[in-house]
């Protein structure tokens, strides 16, 4: 499903709080330049936040160690979520240049 730039706002805040409830792990291999304070397969996601003002997706994980680093993708230019029954399975976002980052979910999330 594509999401509208308009709804992603309010459809990452639903995200964020299914995600902070079920402890969801992803798989981040499909991040372009990967994460800089681990080389984990998989990693607890903590937030994804859409900030309308500075046109930035910021995808925050947490680590075993329980520190955390965000993710962060300017100027988006669409936002795609594959899901099924079950719930949300990944999340694609592509950027200004037409790069894709992509979190795979280790188990569905269903957002309300």
């Not at 937030?47 to 997706?57: F, G, K, M, T």
């Amino acid at each position: 499903m594509n999401l509208a730039k308009h709804d992603w706002q309010g459809y990452f805040e639903r995200l964020s709080r299914a995600v902070a409830e079920s402890r969801t792990e992803v798989e981040v291999a499909g991040l372009p330049g990967g994460l800089t304070t681990t080389d984990a397969a998989w990693v607890a996601l903590v937030a994804v936040r859409y900030d309308a003002e500075r046109d930035l997706i910021e995808i925050g994980f947490e680590f075993a160690d329980k520190t955390t680093e965000d993710y962060a993708i300017s100027f988006p230019r669409a936002v795609a979520i594959d899901e099924d029954e079950e719930g949300v399975a990944a999340i694609e976002v592509t950027d200004c240049d037409g790069a894709t980052h992509r979190v795979e979910l280790k188990e569905p999330v269903e957002v309300a």
